[in-house]
């Protein structure tokens, strides 16, 4: 595929100097325009069968034809770019770099590996090299370099030319290729004041090249088109000259890479590639959106969830092979959602009340939750005289916070924790939690009647808890711990990229102090209970707890796009309780709640036996 892609770009460069005004300038390169072309609709031809297949076959043969009839440069350029388009959206390979292209090296790298055949300015090959047919590339051939975009030339570095002195490169690391792309595709673009004059200064033009794939894969013409020829050249200028001014203005969780790789999406599903156009409405939100989810939530809630489940939408949409047009109607009602997004989430939306409350809430929801399990654990381990054992539950939890400081540093120093990573942390975490619980709490309602619980005291008297079940306390502890502070980490980091670090700090502590108190309270009240008071209470609030996780988990999973969605447009979203609108979740949740009431009565029955005999 990479190679057909390549033969379609030298069409789009090069025709020019075979046709003019519908006669031949050059056979040779009209020979070549007409062979390069037969192997591009040859190789497409050799494709997997697929829906797309039929539509670039289609017009592979329109280019042909195109080039057969000697029809203007410009237009042989447009198909061969929209056949160009078409196969990568249809069979999708990097279009960019993996991080931002070091220019630094690029001068050195040129010198050594290509001055010799395209100048030492690239200003074309010196005389030994200039009889050759067809003679290496001038870069500073404004003329052919507008047809060219950083990621042919990348391309051609790569793989070479065939029937040319242009030799593949490939032995050159990744990054080094990628650098001298940037560096030859610039030299005919000098204007970089003015290109940054440009795109410091309008939004609309930025909107335009919102991150590296679509810097490499635009061409100076194609860019022309929209914004004019003068300011394209030195808005190319610029950015091949200064790629990090793209990473910078589409770091993710930037609103703009939403709507970009959305785009890519549409333009997969109209190829016929239903798995792509998936895969990059999925990144759109993992990638784009959830980043800045927690800040948006704080700003406002109920467009968050607006947005959440629009993007659930359109993902469900292309799932279920809607048409055409009802996705792109679905697109324009999201760039609807996401202009309210930016004006919420631009700095001056920002007020200390509203980052307090934030940090405040998600520390004190996430908290109780984790601290309502490790505190049913501690009353439960003193009511069963087994204080001894409380140190594997303090371990698991004093563990998870440090693990939790370390995830801090790591996700604010080191790393970048990508959203489908947290979610299926998240997911599987709450569903392992989930399970515990169910166990626990149906065996916890089991001992809820004196009888019982007198049983299980004579039955344990003397005997310490095995290593096996003090570690287990430690390990539910941890987990039920960690998913929360993990949650809550990734949370607060979006928070503070925003800054007021100072609020943030007050509505964690304020939110701290308020669990302290909550956590005196329980374990006061816990004491005075009696035992088979606390183990029926308990019980339920485990089960209760075991239904939320279970909704939580399906759907944390499902935002990571490993369980298939489908969406109850009747069911609210209620965070709280775990309640995710789709099918999959809402049925996990009364799966959970079937077994639980099962459980229970299972729970149950042997003491109504036991007491039948003593009665007989």
Not at 229 to 237: G, L, N
Request: a negative charge; aromatic letters at 8%.
């Amino acid at each position: 595929m990479p190679t057909t892609w390549r033969l379609l770009d030298y069409i789009a460069v090069d025709y020019s100097a075979a046709v003019s005004d519908g006669e031949i300038v050059s056979q040779f390169e009209y020979d070549e325009m007409l062979e390069f072309s037969r192997s591009a609709r040859e190789r497409i031809g050799t494709l997997p069968v697929t829906p797309a297949r039929e539509n670039l076959e289609a017009k592979a043969d329109g280019l042909q034809g195109a080039i057969e009839a000697k029809r203007p440069p410009a237009e042989v350029a447009a198909l061969a770019r929209a056949l160009a388009d078409a196969l990568l959206a249809a069979h999708p390979v990097p279009l960019a770099p993996a991080g931002t292209p070091d220019l630094g090296r690029a001068g050195a790298l040129y010198a050594q590996n290509c001055a010799s055949c395209h100048g030492a300015q690239s200003e074309g090959p010196p005389p030994e090299f200039a009889q050759l047919d067809p003679p290496p590339i001038d870069f500073n051939d404004r003329e052919r370099a507008k047809e060219r975009s950083v990621f042919g030339l990348y391309q051609v570095i790569t793989q070479g030319l065939e029937g040319t002195t242009m030799q593949s490169f490939a032995s050159l690391p990744d990054e080094d290729r990628w650098a001298l792309a940037f560096h030859v595709g610039s030299a005919a673009f000098p204007a970089v004041a003015e290109g940054e004059r440009i795109w410091k200064a309008e939004e609309s033009v930025r909107r335009l090249v919102p991150d590296l794939a679509a810097l490499t894969a635009i061409t100076p013409a194609a860019l022309a088109e929209q914004i004019g020829e003068d300011r394209a050249y030195a808005v190319t200028a610029y950015l091949r000259a200064n790629p990090g001014a793209v990473v910078a203005e589409a770091s993710p969780g930037s609103l703009e890479m939403v709507r970009d790789t959305l785009r890519r999406s549409l333009a997969a599903y109209q190829a016929g590639d239903r798995g792509a156009a998936n895969e990059l409405a999925l990144s759109a939100y993992l990638d784009g959106f959830e980043p800045v989810e927690a800040v948006l939530a704080t700003r406002d809630g109920d467009l968050m969830v607006r947005v959440e489940r629009a993007l659930s939408e359109y993902r469900a949409a292309i799932a279920a092979g809607r048409p055409e047009a009802e996705l792109r109607q679905k697109l324009q009602e999201i760039d609807v959602l996401l202009g309210e997004a930016e004006t919420a989430l631009a700095p001056e939306a920002a007020t200390d009340i509203s980052t307090f409350l934030g940090a405040f809430t998600i520390l004190l929801r996430e908290g109780l939750e984790a601290l309502l399990i490790v505190i049913a654990m501690i009353a439960f381990l003193r009511k069963s005289d087994r204080a001894e054992q409380l140190r594997y539950v303090h371990g698991g939890w004093i563990v998870a916070l440090l693990a939790g400081v370390a995830t801090w540093f790591a996700a604010t120093s080191f790393i970048t924790i990508s959203g489908a990573s947290r979610e299926m942390t998240e997911g599987f975490g709450a569903l392992l939690a989930a399970v515990v619980l169910l166990s626990v709490g149906i065996w916890m309602h089991g001992k809820s009647q004196a009888d019982e619980w007198r049983r299980y005291i004579s039955a344990k008297m003397n005997k310490a808890l095995s290593r096996g079940s003090a570690w287990f306390l430690f390990g539910l502890a941890f987990v039920v711990v960690y998913r929360e502070v993990f949650e809550t980490i990734l949370f607060f980091a979006a928070l503070w990229t925003q800054g007021n670090g100072g609020t943030i700090l007050a509505g964690a502590l304020t939110a701290t102090i308020l669990l302290t108190i909550i956590a005196w309270i329980m374990l006061r009240y816990s004491r005075k209970l009696p035992i088979t008071q606390f183990f029926a209470y308990s019980s339920i609030l485990i089960a209760i707890l075991a239904v939320v996780l279970a909704g939580k988990g399906v759907g944390a999973l499902q935002e990571a796009g490993m369980i298939p969605v489908t969406l109850l447009y009747s069911v609210p979203r209620i965070p709280i309780l775990g309640v995710v609108p789709t099918a999959e979740a809402v049925g996990a949740q009364l799966l959970t709640l079937a077994i639980v009431i099962l459980g229970f009565r299972a729970s149950r029955r042997p003491r109504r036996d036991v007491a039948t005999a003593a009665a007989e």
